[in-house]
């Protein structure tokens, strides 16, 4: 590891966010204002895969700015880099070992305190239903800070994300996940499996306040069980992909829209509670319960998903 100080050119913008019953949210959009005089640093850890012989955990917490996710070549377990405020933020770097098994939590806290609030955010204990108001978001890009996390393909990881108000790319195509789990309180994200999985993700787990996501390729990401939690926002499921057994999935959220794509070979169906809610699955089949693809019986694969949705609008497209 090594730790260095880089000043910087001072960033006037950045990400604001006001929010209504997240107490949490309004303090790091006090915090993302960037200021004059601000003592920009660069953070970087990084650790070689044969130091972990069994199994890796990780987990990320970070509030504000860019963070992207990504896999790296070579012999190395993890590579994190971070730029922040060091007026405002400490990064926070844990690391343990115990009999081949590692973990590692990393993130920011700010300087006038243990981690509290760094740690109400990973406990991911805001309810994504919550009536969230957000208002001049603005630009989530790097003027408000960096954390680009580079994983080693090797090793089976066990990945927690949290974000607060944060612009998200996370590119896991080719990394062996066995269990994912993203958590964003005002965000924009982008997920992608664009390679397949090496091992089965026993879970995938989206929990998002008021977000926009995309997922794209998660018949790549190879999940048993599927679960997403929104809020606010629209979102976007793709489950196209080299799908090698079957899953099943729930989606409930309060006030947007989804847009599912589902791969011809897969066989689908779906059951849904909405209200106020259009639908729209012209390729489906209406049955008693709910849709279902003329595929259903011969299809290899299945996918069964569960639909709860407030105020929006469902649309389901079949895709070669």
């Known amino acids: 590891m090594n730790l260095s100080r880089t000043p910087g050119p001072a960033h006037k913008g950045g990400a604001r966010a006001v929010v209504g019953g997240l107490a949490l949210l309004a303090f790091i959009g006090f915090r993302a204002e960037s200021l004059p005089g601000q ?53 926070v770097r844990q690391w343990s070992l115990d009999e081949g098994r590692g973990q590692l939590r990393v993130g920011l806290t700010t300087l006038d305190d243990d981690g509290d609030w760094i740690n109400a955010l990973a406990s991911g204990d805001f309810d994504p239903e919550l009536s969230v108001d957000l208002h001049e978001l603005g630009d989530l890009d790097e003027s408000a800070g960096t954390l680009e996390l580079k ?87 793709d ?39 259009s639908f729209s699955a012209p390729d489906l089949e209406k049955i008693d319960g709910g849709y279902r693809s003329p595929n259903w019986e011969a299809a290899e694969y299945r996918l069964e998903l569960e639909l709860k949705t407030a105020f929006g609008a469902i649309e389901v497209e079949v895709v070669p």
């Open 239 to 277: 489950f196209t992909g080299e799908w090698d057994g079957s899953a099943t999935g729930s989606v409930k959220m309060g006030l947007g829209s989804l847009e599912l794509r589902i791969p011809a070979e897969i066989g689908v169906w779906i059951q849904k509670s909405s209200v106020l809610t």
């Open 39 to 91: 003592d920009w640093t660069e953070f970087r850890s990084s650790r070689q895969a044969h130091s972990v012989s069994e199994s890796f955990a990780l987990e990320v917490v970070y509030g504000v700015g860019h963070l992207s996710v990504e896999p790296v070549e070579g012999d190395l377990l993890y590579d994190v880099r971070m730029r922040y405020d060091a007026e405002q933020f400490k990064p």
């Open 151 to 237: 994983l080693g393909r090797r090793l089976p990881v066990d990945l927690k994300l949290s974000a607060g108000a944060a612009a998200t790319e996370i590119a896991l195509g080719g990394v062996a996940v066995s269990r994912f789990e993203l958590t964003t309180a005002a965000s924009e994200t982008e997920l992608s499996f664009n390679d397949p999985n090496p091992v089965r993700m026993a879970e995938m787990v989206i929990k998002a306040g008021a977000a926009e996501v995309t997922a794209e390729h998660l018949g790549n990401a190879r999940f048993d069980s599927f679960d997403l939690k929104g809020g606010v926002g629209d979102v976007v499921l």
